[in-house]
């Protein structure tokens, strides 16, 4: 439902039309566009919108038109765009400290690590800045640790990953994925992985050898888009994994942190991993935050010299994660998250059929498989920027949303009429 006032685009135009649409707005945003796309890498793909303000679930083009944002920054904006709280506690730490390094301690550092470790119910915290950081620390550790404490010999430790996965853009992750352009023309790659189909417990546990030191998983693959395994699956591979002997990584990067109505989507199916990778929505939408958690066996194999980050754990980040953890406490979010998603799923069941193949979802997050007969991914979601919607598309004709938890459910709800609108034709 449009808030009173605001100058949204209105025009529905056609899926057709939308896909050749040149950038939207008056010259102000075409240039900026334009230039934005003449002087940077083609690494992405953006839509035609250039953001200049943001609030809550909302974001505003440098014209003052408004868009609902359905994407959320991949769930690094759980909690909506300049969510007071957090502004204010990284204002306020603006003023006294951002930058130690870690050859120092700082005032905000221990209370962070020991917040974020009680969330988790684990020892240890290991903060670093960016996901894939964040999952290249996790491997590290787990090879350590296989090899210093399940004594696998030197250089043969083996982790096992999933078909369809998405873990990051390092040399080391992309050369486990099996996106031909993750990895195309990026080689040679770093040996010890071995890749199973998702959600296919039997092959999980073919695989496993002597050698194995952990199964890196996601619980539901977000740039897959949101593919949620059979029930009982992830319950499946802990058990695998503690009859082996093997450490569960769980990647809770974009589904940990509230997104699908629990603190971590492994607690849908009350399993605990060796380690949680965790990141995007730690940093509030405002400063890069990731971590590594796990119990001391596991990350005290790790000694002075043998990893580390400059930036990270730094003060700043800490004083904004401290905050983030101090919202997840209270379970508010999670519980919106929940009952939102609700609304989310119903609107969405009611459009198979009708220009949707299927849907997944769990939470506020899920993926929407278009009818190819309508259109890409992309063009659903640039007929949707025509009505001020922002989403993603992902593998072809599948668009993800994922709203800030601090959605309104009628801004919601008037987010999916458009997609409906959009698709249903």
């Known amino acids: 439902m449009r808030a009173p006032g605001v100058d949204i685009l209105s025009t529905a135009g056609s899926i057709e039309s939308a896909s050749s649409a040149g950038p939207v707005g008056s010259a102000s945003s075409a240039g900026e566009f334009r230039r934005a796309e003449a002087r940077t890498a083609h690494n992405y793909h953006p839509l035609p919108v250039v953001v200049e303000h943001a609030e809550g679930a909302w974001m505003t083009d440098l014209e003052g038109r408004r868009f609902l944002d359905l994407l959320a920054g991949y769930s690094a904006l759980n909690f909506g765009h300049g969510h007071p709280a957090l502004l204010q506690v990284a204002h306020e730490q603006l003023d006294r400290l951002t930058l130690t390094s870690r050859a120092f301690v700082h005032d905000r550092f221990a209370a962070f690590c020991?917040?974020?470790?009680?969330?988790?119910?684990k020892d240890l915290v290991l903060p670093m800045n960016t996901g894939a950081e964040a999952?290249?620390?996790?491997?590290?550790v787990a090879r350590k640790w296989g090899y210093e404490v399940k004594g696998v010999a030197p250089g043969a430790a083996e982790i096992i990953v999933m078909s369809g996965n998405f873990h990051g853009r390092t040399t080391t992750i992309v050369g486990f994925s099996d996106d031909p352009d993750a990895h195309g023309g990026f080689g040679p790659f770093t040996p010890g992985f071995?890749?199973?189909p998702y959600g296919d417990l039997a092959a999980l546990e073919a695989a496993v050898t002597e050698n194995t030191v952990g199964v890196l998983v996601e619980p539901i693959q977000g740039e897959g888009g949101v593919v949620i395994p059979p029930d009982g699956y992830l319950r499946g591979v802990r058990e695998v994994c503690t009859r082996e002997s093997v450490l569960l990584?769980?990647?809770?990067?974009?589904?940990?942190?509230?997104?699908?109505?629990r603190t971590f989507a492994c607690d849908h199916e009350d399993v605990v991993p060796d380690v949680y990778i965790l990141g995007k929505a730690l940093g509030g939408g405002i400063v890069p935050v990731s971590a590594v958690v796990a119990d001391r066996d596991v990350l005290g194999v790790l000694r002075p010299g043998q990893h580390g980050s400059t930036f990270g754990g730094n003060p700043l980040a800490c004083a904004v994660g401290h905050a983030v953890v101090g919202l997840l406490a209270t379970g508010e979010h999670q519980a919106r998250a929940a009952e939102l998603g609700v609304l989310m799923r119903r609107r969405l069941e009611a459009l198979v059929g009708h220009g949707v193949l299927a849907i997944r979802t769990r939470g506020l997050w899920a993926g929407v498989d278009v009818d190819p007969a309508i259109g890409t991914g992309r063009a659903v979601c640039e007929a949707l920027m025509t009505r001020g919607v922002l989403a993603k598309d992902t593998h072809g004709s599948t668009i993800r949303l994922a709203p800030p938890l601090v959605v309104a459910a009628e801004d919601l709800d008037w987010g999916l009429d458009q997609l409906a609108a959009v698709v249903n034709r």
């Open 135 to 140: 999952v290249e620390t996790a491997i590290k």
């Open 194 to 196: 071995v890749m199973v």
């Open 114 to 121: 020991t917040a974020l470790g009680d969330l988790c119910g």
């Open 249 to 261: 990584l769980a990647d809770e990067i974009q589904s940990g942190l509230g997104r699908t109505g």
